[in-house]
């Protein structure tokens, strides 16, 4: 799967290394003689072992690689910035500078998970073996006793792990310890490459490498990239999306689709597609189907578990939830946030009004009101706070991360209401293959479809079995990404000139669907795989 390539160039080319025919780690390089532009540096979300082993994987060396430029700040798309700068990559990262902002708070919350998950996984090892080495056949009625015993060596007040301890008896014993991908400090050092540029400003990239952003309408500061590509005497473009957003939905503007005259001619769309195969619900149906479910799950005396992305999503059901109780439509239970992440970014969002659009400049703003902090509105900081609020039995909604389930508060929140019907777990955007988010929606709309006849699903997450009795409820309105329809919106109403489309960034069914809707519709389309390159006819 190739392009014909003038003679005289040969050496400008797109090689697809993440997010080809999947939905995380989003990463391509272009080569142009000796420049080396990185489109985006994420980390592989899913299966421990497997992602793991995607991510530690980096398929060349960091020294080579000129540049980054990154699209947004989702972790999808930006986590494994901190491995490159440790190693020897000593680039820029050309961003907006609300990504920028963004970034200083994500990467190194990223770390802190890692650093964190490795730390409990190293404990667990260590724990389990000094267990077996303490056991006797003639103690079996001790051994809960002597494991008790154990976990008090090797930790500290107040449940904190002793890792000094840990880390002696894992040389001791030569045990494989889990490692961090990186640390909080070596993402700290990585912020220093970020450099925040203003949209529709060219920035050079390479020699002979221009590179502009444009808004995407995905999150804040989202940008569709333009590079610009001068050789033998004449521009070519290419063009990568990053994730395209929805149109008319709050807060932000919509995804470009006028674009400067010198960067209207594509040879090559690298395009994402998420949604390629589904239509979402009109953005105008989100409000009253969110108001739909708070009024049912009240009536039952129930909670409402909101596992949301900190970044984007986060921001706006808060909008979404301020203008319902600012109509009185819906009774005005608490509403938590419980992610100290989430709460960082909805101050850069505040320090950032200049990217919203009309409507939230209207609503909210030209009457001097935050749209995302509102009096029913707390932000939980510390664990004890949080581990307080998942005792709590009155109605209330939690907007939790991580957003598919996968690690953070939210799976210590489905803990203690999973199992009571009165409560629901309402799910506000994708969920990849391979998550517990995923489970809890393929197995929630199983039992709902069965009339909730039967026993209820099971579900195992931090090492338990949980039985799904809580209702699990969609509302794909939410959802960041633009669906089939607007995709091709997007193509067709832009004034850009597309010779041909790389399609990632999906699935394998959505993948598919929405090539064979681009080809019906004209446009040259291929599906590259992972470590496949196009050339570019130059």
């Avoid at 899913?46 to 947004?72: A, C, V, W, Y």
């Avoid at 894992?170 to 494989?176: A, N, Y």
């Avoid at 409000?287 to 739909?292: G, V």
């Amino acid at each position: 799967m190739s392009i014909q390539i003038n003679e005289r160039s040969d050496n400008v080319h797109v090689t697809f290394y993440g997010a080809a025919r999947e939905v995380t780690g989003s990463m391509h390089l272009l080569t142009v003689d000796q420049d080396r532009i990185l489109l985006d540096c994420g980390m592989f979300q899913g299966r421990r072992q497997e992602s793991d082993r995607k991510n530690r994987m980096l398929p060349f060396d960091p020294g080579i690689i000129t540049n980054i430029i990154l699209s947004h700040a989702h972790i999808d798309h930006s986590g494994r910035i901190p491995l490159l700068a440790k190693e020897k990559f000593t680039g820029r990262i050309i961003c907006t500078r609300a990504t920028a902002d963004a970034c200083g708070y994500m990467l190194p919350d990223s770390a802190h998970i890692q650093e964190s998950d490795a730390k409990y996984l190293n404990y667990k090892m260590v724990r389990s073996l000094l267990s077996e080495i303490k056991e006797s056949p003639r103690e079996k009625s001790r051994t809960a006793k002597r494991i008790k015993s154990v976990k008090r060596l090797l930790k500290k007040e107040k449940e904190e792990l002793n890792t000094d301890v840990i880390n002696e008896v894992s040389r001791k014993f030569h045990l494989d310890a889990v490692t961090p991908l990186y640390t909080v400090e070596d993402a700290q050092h990585s912020l220093s490459f970020l450099d925040g540029i203003p949209y529709r400003s060219p920035a050079v990239v390479g020699k002979n490498l221009q590179c502009v952003l444009y808004d995407a309408g995905h999150i804040l500061g989202s940008a569709i990239s333009i590079i610009r590509i001068n050789v033998n005497g004449k521009t070519v473009n290419v063009g990568y999306t990053g994730d395209i957003g929805r149109f008319d939905k709050p807060i932000l503007n919509n995804p470009t689709l006028d674009f400067e005259e010198p960067d209207r001619d594509i040879e090559l769309l690298i395009m994402e597609s998420t949604y390629g195969d589904r239509e979402h619900e009109p953005v105008v149906d989100m409000a009253p189907h969110l108001k739909q479910v708070i009024g049912e799950t009240v009536e039952r005396g129930g909670t409402i578990l909101i596992p949301s992305f900190a970044f984007g999503r986060t921001q706006e059901l808060l909008y979404y939830i301020h203008e319902l109780y600012h109509r009185r439509e819906v009774p005005e239970i608490p509403v938590y946030v419980d992610s100290p992440l989430a709460t960082e970014i909805t101050r850069v969002f505040s320090e950032h009004p200049e990217m919203y659009d009309t409507q939230a400049h209207r609503d909210f703003l030209e009457k001097g009101e935050n749209p995302f902090v509102f009096d029913k509105v707390r932000f939980i900081q510390s664990v004890e706070e949080s581990m307080e609020l998942m005792r709590e039995r009155r109605p209330h909604i939690v907007i939790s991360a991580s957003g598919m389930c996968e690690a953070g508060r939210i799976l210590h929140h489905l803990r203690y209401k999973i199992h009571d019907e009165r409560n629901t777990i309402l799910i506000v955007g994708f969920m990849a293959e391979n998550t517990l988010g995923r489970r809890i929606l393929e197995k929630g709309e199983e039992y709902e479809a069965s009339g909730r006849s039967g026993a209820a699903p099971v579900l195992k997450f931090l090492n338990k079995e949980y039985p799904l009795k809580a209702r699990v409820v969609k509302l794909g309105g939410f959802s960041a990404h633009g669906d089939r329809k607007e995709m091709l919106h997007f193509i067709k109403a832009s004034n850009l000139r597309i010779k041909k489309i790389a399609l990632v960034h999906g699935e394998e069914t959505p993948i598919q669907s929405f090539a064979e809707l681009l080809r019906g519709q004209g446009f040259p389309v291929v599906l590259p795989r992972s470590g496949e390159s196009l050339r570019l006819p130059i």
